[in-house]
């Protein structure tokens, strides 16, 4: 697991009610010696108008197939959460360079960076 992984974990609300199962990708490097790491939430379901810090991965994307995703999906880059690694259910895949490359621009505008 590093950097650019999609994992499926619960993901918890922003109230801390509750938390739901689904993908979520590690933005931090992967320490073995630290439980944590930051993620941001992955939906499948598309927005009709993107945000400026969401960036859809279309099934179409040449990029697609290595993620494990099912559908297109929108990573949402304001959308963060620090977790614990041990609460992840499994790995799907991966980004390609270009597409962290992509989500770190986002993450940028989502921070004001």
């Given at each position: ?18 938390a739901k199962r689904r993908p979520a990708i590690i933005l931090t490097k992967v320490e073995l010696n630290d439980p944590d ?77």
């Amino acid at each position: 697991m590093k950097r650019g992984t999609i994992v499926l974990t619960k993901f918890p609300f922003t109230d801390l009610s509750s938390a739901k199962r689904r993908p979520a990708i590690i933005l931090t490097k992967v320490e073995l010696n630290d439980p944590d790491v930051i993620v941001a939430f992955i939906s499948s379901v598309l927005p009709a108008e993107p945000s400026p810090v969401d960036f859809v991965l279309r099934e179409t994307d040449p990029d697609f197939s290595e993620t494990g995703l099912k559908k297109s999906s929108v990573f949402k880059m304001d959308k963060l959460a620090t977790l614990d690694k041990a609460i992840f259910t499994g790995e799907m895949g991966q980004v390609s360079g270009a597409v962290f490359d992509k989500l770190r621009a986002k993450l940028r505008i989502a921070l004001d960076l």
